[in-house]
């Protein structure tokens, strides 16, 4: 597909488009019934969509590897999957 060519160039050139690494930062009320204030509200941040794709294909490639290669501690339980 067109998605995995465009993965595949990012990585064969080891670029990160810099329009993926872009959030967009939108406040969020705390409380969904009182009106949006700075005192009630917290930010969130969007990322685009296909920077957290690659980052997923990057972190299962990395994660194989590990597996593949005993890279992982023996004492190691977080963040093996």
């Not at 872009?22 to 700075?38: C, F, H, M, R």
Request: aromatic content about 12%; charged content about 20%; hydrophobic content about 35%.
């Amino acid at each position: 597909s067109s998605l995995c060519h465009i993965f595949n160039l990012c990585f064969d050139e080891c670029l990160y488009p810099d329009m993926w690494k872009i959030s967009k930062v939108l406040p969020l009320s705390k409380n969904t019934k009182e009106l949006l204030t700075g005192k009630n509200s917290r930010p969130i941040s969007i990322l685009p969509v296909l920077g957290k794709l690659m980052e997923g294909v990057v972190f299962k490639q990395i994660q194989h590897y590990f597996h593949v290669n005993s890279v992982y501690s023996d004492v190691q339980h977080a963040y093996r999957e």
